[in-house]
């Protein structure tokens, strides 16, 4: 995992996702999960590239279930972004990083 992406947790989603002040997208992931290892390092790109913008994090569903169970993850990866508290889009499935950033487009 690179330095863009941030690891949240049970404890610290509600500061780090549901408070922030500007766009955040979630990475709901498992470590078992093959497609969220493909994704990640897309993910880290658009981390990085868009960090002014929108914050990018990630949470281990296995490691963190409350946060899971709060939300409707059926299968990983499930990306979430979230604006002003409330989740604006929902994408199910590792997506190549053109097609990722046309989904998530109006918050970058």
């Known amino acids: 995992m690179g330095k863009a992406t941030v690891v949240v947790t049970d404890d610290t989603f509600t ?9 955040v997208l979630v990475d709901f992931w498992a470590e ?12 880290e790109e658009i981390a990085t590239e868009y960090a002014d913008r929108i914050r990018v ?36 499935g590792a997506k190549p990083k053109s097609a990722l950033l046309r989904d998530i487009e109006e918050y970058v």
């Open 32 to 43: 078992w999960c093959a497609p969220c290892r493909m994704v990640a390092p897309v993910l």
């Open 57 to 92: 994090v990630k949470l281990n569903i296995d490691e963190n279930p409350g946060v899971a169970r709060s939300y409707p993850i059926m299968h990983v990866p499930t990306l979430m972004v979230f604006k002003n508290g409330e989740v604006s889009k929902t994408i199910v």
């Open 15 to 23: 500061s780090q996702v549901l408070q922030s002040d500007r766009p």
